[in-house]
């Protein structure tokens, strides 16, 4: 099983699953670490972990929680998102090392991210709320895309956060 050969799976819950289309799957998972962090697993078709990600077969994100975003670009980069009260924004390349170049963004949804997705291979969007629900874009770099809407918000005139998108390419 894989949570008795990661032992800092203690007390986590599986979020958000992401298949390939050869077998493996990531699995993201909230409150590792007794509730400290967020992981990202990578196993096998068999469920033993993929050695080639992150050379564990897990990569840590600590001091972040509450989960609600992954999102796999056609790169095969990984984005991972979430956060309550303010939102968190992280990104992977396919063997689980930060994406080169990226900075974690400093200017975040102030009340907490529900999902991400690329729209293009320059943009990256983050769901979710600040007084009201909201998009906010981000470039490859981890900086607002001040391109996209009005610097870098779309603030969408619901007390609602944004849940949930989909973006038709």
């Known amino acids: ?35 400290a ?11 033993t972990l993929d050695t080639s990600f992150n050379t564990t ?28 009260t303010t939102s968190w924004l992280r990104a992977y390349t396919n063997a689980g090392a930060p994406l080169p170049g990226w900075v974690n963004p400093t200017v975040n949804l102030s009340n907490g ?6 729209q293009s291979t320059n943009r990256i969007i983050v769901a979710g709320k ?13 900086a607002i895309d001040t391109s996209f809407g009005i610097n870098g918000i779309v603030d969408m005139g619901s007390t609602l956060p944004i849940t949930d998108f989909a973006i038709d390419q």
């Open 57 to 84: 077969g897990a990569v840590t994100i600590s001091g972040q929680t509450n989960l609600s975003g992954l999102f796999v670009d056609s790169n095969n980069n990984i984005y991972v998102a979430g956060g309550i």
């Open 1 to 35: 099983p894989i949570s008795t050969t990661i032992t800092t799976l203690g007390g986590s819950s599986v979020k958000r699953i992401y298949e390939y289309p050869n077998g493996k799957a990531l699995f993201a998972c909230d409150n590792a670490n007794f509730g």
């Open 37 to 47: 962090d967020t992981i990202i697993v990578r196993v096998n078709k068999d469920l």
């Open 130 to 142: 600040n007084t009201n629900g909201a998009l906010q874009g981000y470039t490859t770099t981890g």
């Open 113 to 118: 991210a529900y999902q991400v997705a690329t």
